[in-house]
C-alpha cells in the first residue's frame, strides 16, 4: 500500500512510510511476546517472517521515488528564505522517511534473529509435521532440523534481500532518472479507437522499457530492473505464504489472533 500511495500521492509518501512500519510493529512485538510465552506456532511464526520480509522489500524498493529526495535548486530571484524553509521541511522529511524505513528492517532482523536462535513454538506434538514453504519448496519442520543449514540460509536470505535493497535504494535516491521523467509526446496514434488505444498502450510500454535516445537509459534500466526483481520478490513471498496456509491444516480458532 505504500508503494501505491507513492504513485497516488508522492507528497504524502514520507508519512505514510510509517504506516508500512507500525504495521510491521503491530506484527512483531505482539508475535515476539507470544513466542516468548511459547503460545505461538512455527506455521504463525514463519508467515509472520514473509510478511515482515515483503513489506520492508516493498517500502524500501519504493523509496527512491519519495519527492523529498530530489535536488531542488534555488532559481534567480526567488526568495531566499521561503528556499531555505522548502529545504529545511525536505531535511526533516529525508529523516523521517530513513528513520520508518531503518525501524521496519530492524523489526524484520530481530524477528528473523528470534527465529533463529530460539526454535521452540506453541503445540510442540505438532511442530513436527508443520509443512513450511521456503526456498520454492515444501519441507516439514523434522526435514528441516535433520538439514538446519537449509534454514539458517532461508532465514540469512530474508535479512540479505532487505540489506541489499536497502544498498540499492541509498545508490539510486540522489539518481537524476527520478527528476527526468520520461516524455510520450512523440508517441503518435490514433485513440479514438480501441485498436488505436490498444496500440499506443503497447508503444509507451515499449518506450517506457527501452528508451532509445534516452541519456539515462543505462541508470533508468538498472533502477527498474532492481524494482522489478524487488515486485518478483514480494509477489513470491505472498505466494509461499498462501501455498503454506493452504497445505498445512489450521483448525478454525487458531487463526483468530494470527
Not at 129 to 141: E, L
Not at 192 to 221: A, N, V
Request: a neutral charge; one cysteine or more.
Amino acid at each position: 500500500m505504500n508503494a501505491l500511495l507513492i504513485f497516488l500521492s508522492p507528497e504524502d509518501a514520507a508519512a505514510g512510510a510509517w504506516a508500512s512500519t507500525i504495521l510491521t510493529a503491530a506484527l512483531v512485538i505482539p508475535a515476539l511476546r507470544s513466542k516468548m510465552q511459547r503460545e505461538l506456532t512455527l506455521h504463525h511464526a514463519t508467515l509472520v517472517l514473509n510478511f515482515c520480509t515483503l513489506s520492508t522489500i516493498a517500502s524500501v524498493a519504493a523509496a527512491p521515488m519519495v519527492p523529498i529526495w530530489r535536488i531542488v535548486r534555488r532559481k534567480g530571484g526567488s526568495d531566499v528564505a521561503a528556499f531555505q524553509k522548502e529545504q529545511d521541511e525536505r531535511a526533516r522529511g529525508r529523516i523521517i522517511l530513513s528513520l520508518a524505513l531503518l525501524a521496519q528492517i530492524v523489526l524484520q532482523w530481530i524477528w528473523a534473529v528470534v527465529m533463529f536462535v530460539d526454535p521452540f513454538y506453541a503445540q510442540n506434538p505438532c511442530s513436527g509435521d508443520t509443512i513450511v514453504v521456503y526456498i520454492a519448496g515444501f519441507r516439514k519442520a523434522d526435514d528441516i532440523n535433520r538439514q538446519f543449514a537449509s534454514w539458517a540460509a532461508w532465514l540469512l536470505l530474508c535479512i540479505s534481500s532487505s540489506l541489499i535493497f536497502g544498498v540499492v535504494m541509498v545508490f539510486s535516491c540522489p539518481s537524476p532518472v527520478h527528476e527526468i521523467p520520461l516524455k510520450y509526446d512523440h508517441i503518435e496514434s490514433d485513440t479514438s479507437t480501441i485498436k488505436g488505444m490498444i496500440l499506443r498502450w503497447l508503444q509507451c510500454i515499449k518506450h517506457f522499457l527501452y528508451p532509445k535516445g534516452d541519456d539515462l537509459i543505462w541508470e533508468r534500466w538498472w533502477i527498474r530492473i532492481s524494482q522489478l526483481f524487488a515486485f518478483a520478490i514480494v509477489v513470491g513471498f505472498v505466494a509461499l505464504s498462501e501455498e503454506q496456509i493452504t497445505v498445512n491444516n489450521v483448525l478454525s480458532g487458531e487463526n483468530e489472533i494470527w
